[in-house]
């Protein structure tokens, strides 16, 4: 086990800004933490990392009791990059590699890998704030740790560096990497983690690996046991799915959609209809049913709903 | 240890405001013996007679200007959240306390030897002879500076870690420095000639004043020292404890 957490809870005075926060993450996975703004994901990070402390509760890196030393085997970026202003980036490592006790050698090959290697001389303070978080991520890169602690890495990049710490990061769970993500870019987190915690004013929504999440949705039961444990489960009665669709008459499609059981309701798009669906049928039984009342489709497409649409569902 | 230090002198190395005050510090020192010998010469005082009790008395003015050095390198790494990224990377939380404790100690030590160095330099250049009494009679001055230097550098750690801010962390210092003082004067109880700023004051206690006000009813030299002794420890113990116990965030 990487990380076990249990029952972490801070308090603000009276404000909870995290309430009873519990999860684990396994050797491997990419684990994502979404939540909107202050729902206590650098709160939780920053307890796990020894900087905020925790008014209840525990943590366990490594399945031993924690210790300094554990972080410099964690490489972490924690809501902003965090140098020293006068240093330039080169010795903003250096200090950062004393600490990790990693040697000065390692530092152009993590500046190397974010692309900041000709800029080595220039002081902190002059850089932009996407080379600033480029920085942190290559602070975080030094004696190449097998746990990465990311608090919303893509933070002030733009579209180009947004893709490449993307990749960055994919490819560094390719290579087996233990990775702890938190972002409210949701599609990142769709796309790279294995699992996800849904946190929203402090508390745990939901945790599950991403397709569980995305499935139990829809209401699409797999069988595995993390599914049943999801919270979200309670919401499969209040399912819905959309589909988007066309033909040359829009209206006689519009008639006979309505007369199908499954179909609750249809709304008129520009072009197109919606409509939405109590059950989930497949694309092949909606065009046949189409076809035998005489309607040839020129569109049919499901919208699954993203993490995104379900993100901001749960946490309304 | 020697790793901390050698952390610190990464981030002090190429810092240019630190070696600017420390430099600018021994300047005024400088200035200082320069003036006292000066006077001393135009009053027909005998230079030899400089001693270490007056030197390091007056001398004494100039550590609020090493407060200030510390004060303020102390609240950039919290402004900049830096004292937290060390702890990210792996510094646990007392050896954050540990290495700005060093800094401190290294501060006050060279406050120190530059009174001593410049003691000497004055002394050898004086056209009256170094008299190896005046040297060696009352040293121990040097010690009291070293420790009340200390003792002033400790509480205004302190200050700093809890206020975070540096200007504000400076204003506090100063207004609870007067307090102290105005407490201790006014009541003129010889307990509260204890607090922490009447102790360092009286610890090396004016010469020759000019107005022979009561320093009649001090404590002791013993019990001020001890009590200096006392507030280093109280305030290091607090920086400790808020250091390893509190939030590390700007
Ligand atoms: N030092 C503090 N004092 C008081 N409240 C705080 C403090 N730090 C955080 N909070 C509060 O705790 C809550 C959680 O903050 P946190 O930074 O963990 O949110 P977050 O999920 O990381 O948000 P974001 O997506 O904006 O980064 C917020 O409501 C915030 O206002
Ligand atoms: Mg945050």
Same mark, same amino acid.
């Given at each position: ?21 519990? +999860? ?39 399945? $031993? ?61 002059? +850089?932009?704030?996407? =080379? ?61 983690? $294995?699992?996800? =915690?849904v946190?929203k004013?402090?508390?745990?929504l939901a945790a599950g690996?991403?397709d569980e999440i995305l499935s139990s949705q829809f209401g699409i039961h797999t069988s595995?046991?993390g599914a049943k444990d999801s919270k979200l489960q309670t919401n499969n009665n209040m399912e819905e799915i959309r589909i ?16 199908l059981p499954y179909v609750v309701k ?7 209809? =919606?409509a939405i669906l109590n059950k989930n049928i497949d ?7 189409? +076809? ?10 499901k919208i699954k709903k993203t993490l995104?649409q379900q993100f901001l569902e749960i946490t309304k | ?39 001393? !010469? ?34 950039? !790494? ?32 060279? *406050? ?14 004086? &056209?009256?002879? %170094?008299?190896?009494?005046?040297? *060696? ?21 302190? %200050? ?32 509260? !000639?204890? %607090?922490?700023?009447? *102790? ?8 020759? &004043? ?8 001090? &404590? ?31």
């Amino acid at each position: 086990m990487i990380l076990k957490v249990n029952s972490l809870t801070k308090k603000y005075g009276r404000f909870i800004a995290a309430n009873n926060i519990s +999860f684990e993450v396994e050797e491997g996975q990419v684990f994502g933490i979404l939540g909107p703004n202050g729902s206590g994901k650098t709160t939780t990070l920053g307890m796990i990392l020894d900087v905020t402390s925790p008014d209840a509760g525990s943590y366990c890196w490594f399945d $031993t009791t924690p210790g300094s030393n554990q972080r410099k085997h964690i490489g972490s970026i924690l809501e902003t990059p965090n140098f020293y202003q006068h240093l330039d980036a080169e010795s903003n490592l250096k200090i950062a590699a004393l600490i990790k006790d990693v040697p000065y050698s390692q530092i152009d090959v993590v500046l190397q890998r974010v692309n900041l290697l000709e800029r080595k001389k220039y002081a902190f303070r002059t +850089f932009s704030l996407g =080379m600033k978080q480029r920085l942190a991520l290559a602070a975080a890169l030094l004696g190449n740790p097998k746990v990465l602690v990311l608090d919303e890495p893509t933070n002030g990049l733009d579209p180009q560096g947004i893709i490449e710490v993307r990749e960055l990061i994919q490819s560094l769970a390719n290579e087996g990497k233990t990775i702890i993500i938190a972002s409210h870019l949701l599609d990142e987190i769709e796309k790279i983690c $294995t699992n996800v =915690m849904v946190m929203k004013q402090g508390n745990v929504l939901a945790a599950g690996r991403v397709d569980e999440i995305l499935s139990s949705q829809f209401g699409i039961h797999t069988s595995s046991k993390g599914a049943k444990d999801s919270k979200l489960q309670t919401n499969n009665n209040m399912e819905e799915i959309r589909i988007e669709i066309a033909a040359d008459d829009l209206y006689l499609l519009e008639l006979e959609l309505e007369r199908l059981p499954y179909v609750v309701k249809v709304e008129k798009r520009k072009e197109t209809l =919606m409509a939405i669906l109590n059950k989930n049928i497949d694309n092949k039984s909606i065009n046949q049913a189409m +076809f035998d009342r005489g309607i040839v489709l020129s569109h049919l497409i499901k919208i699954k709903k993203t993490l995104e649409q379900q993100f901001l569902e749960i946490t309304k | 240890m020697l790793k901390l230090l050698t952390i610190e002198w990464q981030k002090i190395k190429p810092y240019t405001f630190f070696w600017l005050f420390t430099g600018v510090y021994f300047f005024m020192l400088f200035a200082v013996f320069y003036i006292a010998y000066h006077l001393m !010469e135009i009053n027909g005082i005998k230079t030899s007679s400089i001693s270490w009790h007056g030197m390091t008395y007056i001398s004494g003015y100039l550590n609020f200007f090493l407060v200030l050095l510390v004060i303020l390198y102390s609240t950039n !790494e919290y402004q900049f959240n830096t004292y937290r990224q060390n702890v990210i990377d792996g510094l646990s939380r007392r050896q954050i306390f540990f290495s700005k404790l060093l800094i401190n100690l290294g501060i006050a030590i060279y *406050s120190t030897l530059s009174l001593f160095v410049l003691f000497i330099i004055f002394s050898l250049i004086s &056209p009256d002879s %170094l008299s190896i009494e005046a040297f *060696s009679n009352e040293i121990y001055y040097l010690f009291y500076h070293f420790i009340k230097c200390f003792c002033l550098l400790s509480i205004a750690y302190f %200050l700093s870690l809890v206020l975070k801010k540096g200007i504000i962390s400076i204003l506090f210092f100063v207004v609870v420095w007067m307090v102290d003082v105005v407490i201790s004067m006014a009541t003129n109880t010889t307990i509260l !000639e204890l %607090l922490p700023f009447s *102790s360092c004051g009286n610890l090396i206690i004016n010469p020759m &004043p000019a107005l022979p006000i009561g320093y009649s009813d001090l &404590p002791s030299e013993s019990n001020i020292l001890y009590s200096v002794i006392f507030y280093v420890l109280l305030f290091n113990a607090l920086s400790f404890w808020w250091l390893t116990k509190k939030d590390l965030r700007a």
